[in-house]
């Protein structure tokens, strides 16, 4: 069976999924091979996804032309075998690096240091301040040292435990987007502790439903979204700023009002969740997860720019978006075509969509071209 591309407009119930399905937060919505319900459609529109990949059965009768075949992009591309190898020896030569070594053994002391101290919250209900500052002083250094910092990470191997690792990232980004925006230096820490502390909720919650590969029923989902709460009572007595505790309650509110748990909206969301829950999402989708591969951080912007506008703080987002795609400039990446150049100019309202220099000097524009796009990079 061919797999296509189909707009949310054209699906219709019983057509076969080709691809797993998530939201922008990296939650799983519907599995692979799965056949459309009522449900599952409704499901698609809540969570504004704009296309997803079926599969084109025999007894399929209407007309595809207008579809992407993926199969036949697929087959214009390099042989799998060289992608795989060129792409190996890339990561190969990066991760063998002296710096590379470095900051990964810097990280993963610095994960160890999270979880103890986020344990040791939840165990004894007390914060020590003089812990929680050590551990966000070698966040902020980290984000102000590193020139390769957002190559690293994506090059980072998947923590035994995606929680803490993943709240060591969050205050790593919500530190360098506050600094982005141009906040204050007393502001750029506070958000540092909220990113460190935003999922603190999740050590109290059932940790196989956290980590299950499949998918959630409605009651583990539901049980999974008490964390927020969890969370802010976890810090509820605890001498830190107001900011700090609204943004572990509020980090997955949405501007349309769409999300947990209090549904608020717009300016009754603290700006320090706004911030938490872009890097919050951005982690998500660009690290390993028990229930999808890592996706490229171009593909993720795309899908920002895409789904994200309306329901993320546009003007906090469009900062965000541009920032992170101008720290791969000069960067080499292979299209969805199979060609090969480096990233020369970023544009200002769509960042996913960049000039690209070809081998051999030709120069493209992404944003004029809407089928071509980056892959991976070199």
């Not at 929680?132 to 435990?161: G, P």
């Not at 919650?205 to 959630?216: A, D, H, P």
């Not at 480096?342 to 544009?347: A, L, P, R, W």
């Amino acid at each position: 069976m061919k797999r296509i591309i189909i707009d949310n407009q054209k699906i219709s119930e019983g057509m076969l999924v080709a691809k797993d399905v998530f939201s922008m937060d990296g939650t799983l919505l519907i599995p692979a091979k799965t056949r459309l319900t009522a449900n599952h459609i409704v499901k698609i529109n809540v969570y504004n996804i704009s296309r997803i990949d079926i599969f084109v059965e025999d007894d399929y009768k209407e007309d595809q032309s207008e579809y992407r075949d993926i199969e036949a992009e697929d087959a214009a591309l390099l042989p799998k075998d060289k992608a795989i190898y060129i792409n190996d020896k890339r990561d190969r030569l990066l991760t063998e690096t002296k710096e590379f070594i470095e900051f990964n053994m810097k990280y993963e002391s610095q994960v160890n240091k999270v979880e103890d101290e986020l344990r040791s919250i939840v165990l004894s209900g007390d914060i020590e301040p003089e812990s929680l500052n050590s551990i966000v002083n070698d966040i902020m250094e980290t984000s102000s040292t590193q020139n390769q910092l957002f190559s690293y990470m994506c090059r980072l191997k998947n923590a035994d435990d995606i929680t803490f690792a993943h709240s060591m990232n969050v205050s790593l980004l919500s530190s360098i987007l506050g600094k982005w925006l141009g906040l204050s230096v007393v502001t750029v820490r506070e958000l540092a502790i909220a990113g460190l502390l935003h999922d603190i909720g999740k050590v109290r919650v059932n940790q196989s439903i956290l980590n299950k590969k499949e998918k959630l029923t409605d009651e583990e989902f539901n049980h999974l979204k008490q964390h927020t709460t969890l969370g802010y009572e976890l810090v509820a007595a605890a001498d830190l700023p107001l900011g700090i505790k609204h943004a572990i309650l509020m980090h997955h509110e949405k501007m349309n009002g769409a999300g947990y748990p209090l549904g608020l909206s717009w300016d009754r969301i603290h700006d320090y969740a706004k911030i938490v829950s872009i890097v919050d999402i951005y982690d998500a989708m660009t690290a390993e997860r028990p229930y999808h591969k890592r996706f490229h951080p171009f593909h993720v912007i795309k899908m920002f720019e895409e789904e994200c506008y309306g329901i993320l703080d546009t003007k906090i987002l469009y900062v965000f978006l541009e920032r992170i795609a101008h720290n791969f400039l000069d960067d080499k990446v292979r299209l969805n075509n199979g060609a090969e150049g480096k990233i020369i100019f970023i544009h200002h309202r769509t960042p996913s969509k960049p000039i690209i220099q070809l081998k051999g000097g030709r120069i493209i524009d992404l944003l004029n071209i809407p089928d071509l796009a980056i892959e991976e990079f070199l």
